[in-house]
Nanobody, 123 residues
Framework: QVQLVESGGGLVQAGGSLRLSCAAS???????MGWFRQTPGKEREFVAA????????GYVDSVKGRFTISRDNAKNTGYLRMNILKPEDTAVYYC?????????????????WGQGTQVTVSS
């Protein structure tokens, strides 16, 4: 069992930046980490993923060049740096982890989830 706690969400103007954090309760390096987001009435969508030791990353096209996923296994913490934020980035952001080594964009392949943190981007 792994508990995940996100933080760092908030209200920001378009063009601004935020950094989300995801703190894990146990050895983080055992897991691939992903970030997903969800808006009311829509399915949760993949945002980014990072391999166990940070050597591989993947992003949804809409955030490429603006968002950066990273991790610090010594601190059992993952991050999502979000730059040049747009109103369409407004959502609840969730971190999740999965056992194994392959990156995944599929929700069902992640074993543990955080409670989410709200990001609101005003125009």
């Amino acid at each position: 069992q792994v508990q995940l706690v996100e933080s760092g969400g908030g209200l920001v103007q378009a063009g601004g930046s935020l950094r989300l954090s995801c703190a894990a309760s146990r050895t983080f390096s055992l897991y691939v980490m992903g970030w997903f987001r969800q808006t009311p009435g829509k399915e949760r969508e993949f945002v980014a993923a990072i391999s166990r030791f940070g050597t591989n990353t993947g992003y949804v096209d809409s955030v490429k060049g603006r968002f950066t996923i990273s991790r610090d296994n010594a601190k059992n913490t993952g991050y999502l740096r979000m730059n040049i934020l747009k109103p369409e980035d407004t959502a609840v952001y969730y971190c999740a982890v999965r056992a194994g080594t392959a990156l995944s964009r599929t929700m069902s392949e992640y074993n543990y989830w955080g409670q989410g943190t709200q990001v609101t981007v005003s125009s």
